[in-house]
């Protein structure tokens, strides 16, 4: 794949968007490259280290990846945690606490969350207890020291290539319900080699996200609540039906402190989880656009341009006034893929391909006969039972 210039644009800002998660670059690259007078450029993810230097050398150049292992492809590219480099290369995503910067390459790395984390005073949300450790270390002794009871999730710091983990654990964590658990999974992860993995106590609760962008301290986003998980019926998992609404209170009260304490700047998706007493538990960080990132481009809020304005792009005015109605995202590929044909739901598979990403305004019309001719072929494989002669 070509570096492809979508406006022929000679200003001293231009923009990158990183090939990698379809879900994600399709919509992002082919809303921005209408709404910014900049010149937007779409680079393949193999070709990334050799060009974006090269586009760097012509203007500031910006870049929004679309899977966390292209950060950290990149991070050699990148000089000063929290966007600057020699290069002029900017990578939105960044930290500072005190006197030290994290960039998007490290705040991608669960270990660097939960150091950074274990030194905040926070008032508004819980810090689960947690550790990060090797396998060997892993033991039921290192949980009752650092204060983790079961069950325990343990998922690892960040992916390798192969996204190994994953094949073994589609729900993306390992959860040891008792000292016997924890000993199968280490068993079961010892092939995978020499890793780093983070223990956290198990929350019992309802995820919920806040994405949007933070810039100056002022936090603009929403909150994706989980409709359907999958796989079905296990912790952890990926949303695959989410709904986007304004945050409560509470959830934007947690997010503003976690911005305030760390000094966010970029295009985040903050993870937690709502408790039934109403606690919000922190969970996560990403750094960098995520899975149901299209929702921010809806015309309920322009939140992705106006951080970009912020930054000193020049972007095309708003038509009209944005909305406050919630936005549903939904993915039924990743529905079918993540679960098993005995734990299928079709009301929920027809539920979330209603609100599939794919069939959007962001997807020509042939692409999106095509997913649905794809997607069809695959529910009638897991829906439909061979029946006995």
């Known amino acids: 794949m070509r570096t492809y210039l979508s406006n022929p644009a000679g200003a001293t800002r231009q923009l990158a968007i990183v090939t990698g998660t379809d879900d994600i670059w399709v919509p992002l690259y082919r809303?921005?490259?209408?709404?910014?007078r900049n010149t937007v450029h779409?680079?393949?993810?193999?070709?990334?280290?050799?060009?974006?230097?090269?586009?760097?050398?012509?203007?500031?150049?910006?870049?929004?990846?679309?899977?966390e292992r292209t950060l950290y492809a990149l991070s050699e590219l990148i000089g000063e945690p929290g966007g600057g480099g020699g290069a002029g290369i900017r990578l939105p995503g960044s930290a500072r606490l005190e006197d030290?910067?994290?960039?998007?390459?490290?705040?991608?790395?669960?270990?660097?969350?939960?150091?950074?984390?274990?030194?905040?005073?926070?008032?508004?949300?819980?810090?689960?207890?947690?550790?990060?450790?090797?396998?060997?270390?892993?033991?039921?002794?290192l949980l009752s020291q650092r204060g983790i009871g079961?069950?325990?999730?343990?998922?690892?710091?960040?992916k390798d290539p192969q996204d190994s983990f994953t094949s073994l654990y589609r729900g993306k964590v390992a959860v040891a319900e008792n000292a016997a658990g924890l000993e199968r999974i280490r068993a079961l992860l010892a092939p995978l080699g020499a890793r780093t993995y983070i223990v956290q106590e198990f929350i019992e609760g309802a995820p919920v996200s806040w994405g949007g962008c933070i810039a100056h301290g002022v936090c603009q986003g929403f909150a994706f609540e989980t409709i359907v998980k999958?796989?079905?019926?296990q912790r952890g998992g990926t949303s695959t039906l989410v709904r986007m609404v304004r945050p409560d209170?509470?959830?934007?009260?947690?997010?503003?402190?976690l911005a305030g304490l760390c000094r966010l700047d970029g295009l985040f998706e903050i993870e937690f989880i709502r408790s039934g007493s109403g606690l919000v538990h922190f969970y996560e960080v990403n750094p960098r656009p995520w899975l149901q990132v299209s929702t921010l481009l809806q015309p309920s809020g322009s939140v992705l341009k106006?951080?970009?304005?912020?930054?000193?792009?020049?972007?095309?005015?708003?038509?009209?006034?944005?909305?406050?109605?919630?936005?549903?995202?939904?993915?039924?590929?990743?529905?079918?893929h993540l679960t098993t044909?005995?734990?299928?739901?079709?009301?929920?598979f027809l539920r979330t391909l209603r609100h599939d990403a794919r069939l959007g305004s962001a997807y020509t019309l042939e692409e999106r006969l095509q997913y649905l001719a794809d997607v069809s072929r695959k529910a009638l494989a897991t829906f439909t039972r061979p029946t006995a002669d």
Request: glycine letters at 8%; one cysteine or more.
């Open 31 to 36: 809303f921005l490259s209408r709404q910014l």
């Open 42 to 67: 779409l680079v393949d993810e193999r070709e990334s280290a050799q060009l974006l230097p090269a586009l760097a050398r012509q203007a500031e150049t910006w870049v929004l990846v679309s899977h």
């Open 100 to 141: 030290r910067a994290y960039g998007a390459p490290e705040l991608s790395n669960k270990a660097v969350w939960a150091e950074l984390l274990s030194r905040l005073n926070c008032s508004r949300f819980r810090l689960a207890a947690t550790t990060a450790c090797s396998l060997e270390s892993m033991t039921p002794a």
């Open 150 to 158: 079961y069950p325990a999730v343990i998922k690892p710091t960040d």
């Open 230 to 233: 999958s796989p079905h019926g």
């Open 249 to 257: 209170p509470a959830l934007q009260a947690a997010t503003e402190e």
């Open 306 to 336: 106006g951080y970009l304005a912020a930054k000193g792009f020049d972007v095309v005015p708003e038509r009209g006034g944005g909305g406050g109605r919630s936005v549903m995202w939904g993915s039924a590929s990743r529905y079918l």
């Open 341 to 348: 044909p005995g734990d299928a739901s079709l009301a929920s």
